[in-house]
Structures are given as C-alpha cells and as structure tokens.
C-alpha cells in the first residue's frame, strides 16, 4: 500500500464551507497520509433540504477556501452529473477514473450513524475504505446494524485498497452551515467560523440574507 495514492473523499452541500469542514479534512489528510482530499459538493441532497445558493456559487467557495492548501482540490462530478446525489455512483465514477488509487470516504460520526440506511452501502464498501472522524475519546458504535458494520471492517490503518473502517480523533469544531447562515441572516459576525476569504464572497454576492 506505500506505493499506492490514497485519495480521500469529502462529501456534502458546503452550503456554506466552514473551518470545520476544513480542519478535520487536513487533519486526516496528515494523520492517514492521504496523497490527495477531494471536496465534492453534492448537487441534490438525498436526506436534506436543497441548498440554498447555487451549484457555481458553493462551488466558487470551496475553491477560495482551498487555495492555499495544495492537497485540497474541487472535484465537482456530482454537480455535472445532476440530480440527486448518491456516493457509491460517486464512488464508481472516480474509481473508473483513477483504478490504481485507494479511495478513502470520509464522514463524521453523525454521518456514520446513518451509514446502514445510506444508498448501496455495501457497494460503497467495495470502491472504499471509510475514515470515520469523531472527538477524542469518543467511543465508536458498537450496536445494531451500524455496530454490526463498524465491527465486521474495523481496522487500526489501511492494509486494503476497500472494505476497511479507520476511525480518527480530529479537532471537532462545533460549527455547521446553518449556524453560519443563522449568523449572516440576522447581521451578526460570522468571523472565525468561516475563511475571511470565504466571507467576503458571500458579503459581495449578498448570499443567504
């Protein structure tokens, strides 16, 4: 496996990115020594509200976020491809790409606990290997069906090109997109939650008012 790229994958609306979608990634980036973190906005949510500004602006965000971080790229396949969003197409898609590299799908422990009930999840487990990001301390689940996974693939590293589940104490920062949208919706200051970069966009294009 030291030969082989490993590329994460880091899903979901950014609507908008915050620091902690950000922190997290570079932590497992350092942690797992992922060659590559790909941002992947999803262009419909399954499980959630649509987002509320465009593909092409959440988009442009990601990109100032990410600049400086040359590890960090856009990957924007869900938001060509259209319609709703589903990672194990995601996943089929990009391993077509890239055969050789290991993927790596990474999600928080909120995430996780859903994972059973995600589209496919056993074909997701088949293209990838799951990083599971959580506090320190916290403790990983071990009931029912999400449990029963977690126990069948969990690994101490990444042996395997798929199949594995690492889990990984990060920085949890306790941020969300809603609160950063809250904060902008009643004219308070977003600093600190958010890239400056990324607030002056959002200032310049009047979003989430």
Request: proline share 6%; hydrophobic share 40%.
């Amino acid at each position: 496996m030291n030969s082989v790229k490993r590329i994460g994958i880091n899903g979901g609306t950014f609507d908008p990115i915050h620091y902690g979608h950000l922190r997290p990634a570079l932590e497992v980036q350092q942690q797992l020594g992922l060659d590559q973190v790909l941002f992947v906005p999803c262009y419909q949510p399954v499980h959630r509200a649509l987002p509320q500004v465009s593909a092409e602006q959440r988009c442009a965000m990601i990109e100032l976020a990410i600049e400086n971080q040359p590890s960090f790229t856009l990957e924007k396949i869900e938001i060509e491809r259209g319609g709703p969003s589903y990672m194990v197409d995601t996943l089929a898609s990009l391993k077509q790409r890239m055969p050789d590299a290991c993927l790596v799908l990474m999600m928080g422990t909120d995430a996780f606990a859903k994972f059973h009930r995600w589209e496919n999840w056993q074909g997701i487990l088949q293209l990838a290997n799951l990083v599971i990001m959580h506090r320190p301390g916290e403790v990983m689940p071990t009931e029912g069906e999400v449990g029963k996974i977690y126990q069948a693939h969990q690994a101490s590293r990444l042996t395997e090109m798929s199949g594995q589940i690492v889990d990984v104490a990060v920085t949890q920062l306790d941020i969300s997109s809603t609160m950063v949208r809250e904060q902008i919706k009643d004219r308070k200051s977003a600093d600190y939650l958010l890239p400056p970069c990324v607030m002056a966009f959002i200032q310049k294009h009047g979003l989430y008012q």
